[in-house]
């Protein structure tokens, strides 16, 4: 046998032996050398087929982790700090642009009750907003397909109509 | 019509299973597949709603997993480079007289041969082993695993052939240790 066409039949051996036609098998079954290489290459094959999947145990506090991870809030806490900064001065910035308060209220006083309300606010939007966030996390990611939905129903029944 | 599921019945039947297909395609580094399993499940969180019902829980679970792994994999794709191309153990050498090889043969008949072989497996190249696992392990045809890492399939098949030779070849030099 040429070595060129040994050297194929190695290759095809170790690489996908079910590939092997039949002339390939009938000259691989004529060399000694060659039928031993098939068969060190089933049993290999056969050995790591035979290996164990699923022999690891996964670590105990792996539902913990994965839990943390998917009740995670969406936001950041420089999100919520930007968002009190922006409560708690806007109406200031307001109140000194906007000179049709003058006379009406004192400016102290509009000022303070502006900035009471909005930490007020924002305290008890926090906690709501966590909540709603991490326990309603997968409604609101499918926000957009459940439009998506709807919109695609309402174009179905409109074409509907279009063609009664 | 879309299908509900349990999301913690569906962790805790298929956490191990995702785990030890992170550790099979991490190279079983349990901090890589920690990270590996965290991404799968909140990836899975977010797409529970498009879950269709054609297939069981699990087995979608495991192809929104699988894809993700190679995702990954494919991002860092200098780890499939072979790292020592001057390494003679994944060339074939054939004997100049045409004997057929016993010893190798002798070795695949003793008893702890499995446990040399899963040994070898794990210590490969990345390019070597990586297609192996997918071929064996995750039952992908050599197109699909070429398709998947966006390597081509000759390639592949290649670095197949060179992994098993690697592994013939170290079980043959477990003889002359």
């Known amino acids: 046998m040429k070595e060129s066409r040994k050297k194929l039949l190695i290759q095809k051996i170790y690489t996908i032996s079910s590939s092997l036609t039949k002339k390939e098998l009938e000259d691989i079954q004529k060399s000694a050398y060659l ?4 068969e060190i290459a089933s049993r290999l094959d ?15 506090g792996l539902r913990n982790l994965v839990m943390r991870k998917i009740l995670e809030p969406a936001y950041k806490i420089w ?4 968002v009190m900064f922006i409560i708690v001065i806007s109406p200031v910035f307001l109140t000194w ?5 003058d006379g009406l209220l004192e400016q102290h006083l509009l000022i303070t009750i502006f900035i009471y309300y909005g930490i007020l606010i924002t305290l008890l939007l926090l906690p709501l907003s966590y909540q709603i966030i991490s326990k309603h996390r997968k409604k609101m990611e499918h926000i957009k397909d459940n ?8 174009i179905g029944k409109a074409r509907n109509i279009f063609h009664k | 019509m879309k299908e509900s599921i349990d999301f913690e019945e569906l962790f805790t039947q298929t956490q191990s299973m995702i785990y030890n297909l992170g550790m099979r395609l991490f190279r079983r580094n349990e901090e890589d597949a920690m990270d590996f399993v965290q991404d799968v499940y909140l990836q899975a969180y977010r797409k529970i709603g498009t879950f269709q019902g054609k297939s069981k829980p699990s087995t979608w679970l495991y192809s929104l997993a699988l894809n993700l792994g190679l995702g990954k994999i494919r991002k860092n794709k200098k780890n499939l480079l072979v790292e020592n191309k001057n390494s003679q153990l ?10 057929p090889d016993k010893i190798v043969l002798d070795m ?3 008893k702890d041969v499995k446990e040399k072989i899963e040994k070898a497996l794990w210590e490969l190249d990345e390019a070597y082993r990586l297609p192996m696992v997918l071929f064996f392990f995750e039952d992908m045809p050599y197109k699909e695993i070429a398709r998947s890492l966006n390597i081509p399939e000759g390639t592949i098949k ?3 052939y060179r992994g098993k030779i690697q592994l013939r070849n170290t079980l043959g030099s477990e003889v002359s240790l």
């Open chain 2, 108 to 110: 695949l008949n003793k």
């Open chain 1, 147 to 154: 439009f998506d939905e709807y919109l695609d129903s309402s």
């Open chain 1, 97 to 101: 642009e906007s000179e049709e308060y």
């Open chain 1, 35 to 38: 039928k031993t290489e098939l």
């Open chain 2, 90 to 99: 994944d060339q074939y050498i054939a004997p100049e007289d045409d004997q």
């Open chain 2, 158 to 160: 290649s670095n197949v």
């Open chain 1, 46 to 60: 056969a050995s790591i087929k035979a290996m164990e999947h699923e022999k690891f145990t996964p670590p105990p």
């Open chain 1, 79 to 82: 999100h919520v700090l930007v």
